[in-house]
C-alpha cells in the first residue's frame, strides 16, 4: 500500500512538472503525426503520436518498477 501511494505521488509530481514546464519543451505536442487542423473560427488538434510517446515511456517507467 505504501508503496502504491509513493508511486501516485511521483506521477502527481511529473504531471506537475510536465504542466508547469511543458511549454518549454521544443517539440512535444508539435511531432509529426500530430493532427492539427486550423481554418477560419475553428482549430481541431489531436495530439496522436505525443500520446503514444508519453504512453510508452510510462509503459517503460512501470515495468522497470514491477521488475
Known amino acids: 500500500m505504501g508503496k502504491m501511494l509513493l508511486l501516485f505521488a511521483l506521477v502527481l509530481f511529473v504531471l506537475g512538472l510536465a504542466f508547469l514546464f511543458g511549454s ?18 475553428f482549430a481541431f488538434y489531436f ?10 515511456l510510462l509503459s517503460v517507467v512501470f515495468w522497470l518498477l514491477r521488475r
Open 24 to 41: 518549454r519543451i521544443p517539440y512535444l505536442g508539435r511531432l509529426p503525426g500530430d493532427i492539427r487542423i486550423e481554418r477560419d473560427g
Open 47 to 56: 495530439p496522436l503520436t505525443t500520446c503514444l510517446l508519453i504512453s510508452l
